[in-house]
């Protein structure tokens, strides 16, 4: 009897965090989409080649198989300097997003069987609450 009780609290339990992720993400989908639709407008890039992901207390902003794979790091630091404000002004006051800590420019090599981290680019949440763009 115990055995089964258990069994139906680890069922409910699982349900009710599946149930929290899924809002938790539908809550950061719109602000993200619009970020993400807006720096595909603003560099001109294809569709497939930028996606937005929420984790912890990271934004990660992936610029995957894109012509910039190529370019020099200053030249992604560039790019990284446009992507960063229209990431910071997607987010700024959305309490679901307050955790934030930085926010991730990463170029990527992607084929279907790996995935290759070209560059990434920082920009990091400093003692004010505001975002600086990290050198390395």
Do not use: C, W
């Not at 894109?66 to 030249?75: L, T």
């Not at 229209?86 to 679901?96: H, M, N, R, W």
């Not at 990434?120 to 763009?133: H, L, M, N, P, V």
Request: charged residues 20%.
């Amino acid at each position: 009897m115990r055995r089964m009780i258990s069994k139906v609290l680890y069922v409910f339990a699982s349900l009710l965090f599946v149930g929290v992720v899924v809002a938790y993400a539908q809550a950061q989908a719109p602000a993200l989409d619009g970020a993400r639709n807006l720096i595909i407008q603003t560099i001109g890039a294809e569709k497939d080649t930028v996606a937005i992901v929420a984790t912890g207390k990271v934004v990660t902003v992936k610029r995957i198989n894109s012509n910039m794979n190529g370019s020099s790091h200053g030249a992604r630091n560039s790019e990284a300097t446009v992507i960063g404000p229209i990431v910071v002004q997607a987010i700024a006051d959305k309490p679901e997003f307050n955790g934030i800590l930085v926010i991730r420019v990463q170029y990527l090599r992607r084929s279907s069987q790996s995935s290759k981290v070209v560059d990434t680019i920082e920009y990091r949440k400093d003692a004010s609450g505001k975002f600086q763009f990290h050198e390395t």
